[in-house]
Nanobody, 119 residues
Framework: QVQLVESGGNSVQPGGSLRLSCVVSRFRFDVLTLSWYRQPPGKGREFVADTTASGGTVTYADFAKGRFTISTDTSKSTVYLQMNNLGPEGTGVYYC????????????WGQGTQVTVTS
């Protein structure tokens, strides 16, 4: 069974930084498109950023551009999300997602990691 395990969530003050990690196991990392989503309290899940496993193609939500960086380490089957200058709107549960490229298929989610931005 494919596993995606996030870590790195924490409580941080406004203006602070966090780096989230997501380790993928039991699936070929190199055929995945990896994404980060977040779910603010009382709201739906929203897209943050995605990348191919090689890191060659990266996309960001408008709110993430210039402050967040998504990256991968294929040797560790890990995708990261570096978040800088966090504001209170950054509070939420952050989820890692992996979608298998054609012809592999699959749509896999982690359990989420909590980020709280508060003074």
């Amino acid at each position: 069974q494919v596993q995606l395990v996030e870590s790195g969530g924490n409580s941080v003050q406004p203006g602070g930084s966090l780096r989230l990690s997501c380790v993928v196991s039991r699936f070929r990392f190199d055929v995945l498109t990896l994404s980060w989503y977040r779910q603010p309290p009382g709201k739906g899940r929203e897209f943050v950023a995605d990348t191919t496993a090689s890191g060659g193609t990266v996309t960001y939500a408008d709110f993430a551009k210039g402050r967040f960086t998504i990256s991968t380490d294929t040797s560790k089957s890990t995708v990261y999300l570096q978040m800088n200058n966090l504001g209170p709107e950054g509070t939420g549960v952050y989820y890692c997602n992996g979608k298998g490229d054609w012809p592999y298929g699959g749509d896999f989610w982690g359990q989420g990691t909590q980020v709280t931005v508060t003074s």
